[in-house]
């Protein structure tokens, strides 16, 4: 069954750091452009970074610059979120799906995984 599954999250506290990562099974995750989203409670789902084919990376959230880093292991299909310098304003549910921000049609989604940043 070919899906997506996010990993990583957690409760920390502001500061600290914490690694998504999002890992495809069932079809190759690198012949997708990648994208991170987060849905904070009461907010509309909004994209984060995104991750080329090749490797670049583009930010779609300002706030984020910085802090987060995306990478990709093509040998492990995983995709990975880097977070630093935690915020309690990015505590969301994170998603990975096959895909940037900003399109119509996703052809994969993961469940999603809850990062909580509270002192």
């Known amino acids: 069954q070919a899906q997506l599954v996010e990993s990583g999250g957690g409760l920390v506290q502001p500061g600290e750091s914490l690694t998504l990562s999002c890992a495809a099974s069932?079809?190759?995750?690198?012949?997708?452009?990648v994208g991170w989203f987060r849905q904070a409670p009461g907010k509309e789902r909004e994209g984060v970074l995104c991750?080329?084919?090749?490797?670049?990376?583009?930010f779609y959230d300002d706030s984020v610059k910085g802090r987060f880093t995306i990478s990709r292991d093509n040998a492990k299909n995983t995709v990975y979120l880097q977070m630093n310098s935690l915020k309690p304003e990015d505590t969301a549910v994170y998603y990975c799906?096959?895909?940037?921000?900003?399109?119509?049609?996703?052809?994969?989604w993961g469940q999603g995984t809850q990062v909580t940043v509270s002192s």
């Open positions: 799906a096959t895909d940037c921000p900003g399109r119509y049609y996703y052809e994969y």
């Open positions: 069932g079809f190759p995750l690198h012949f997708y452009d």
């Open positions: 991750i080329s084919r090749s490797g670049g990376s583009i």
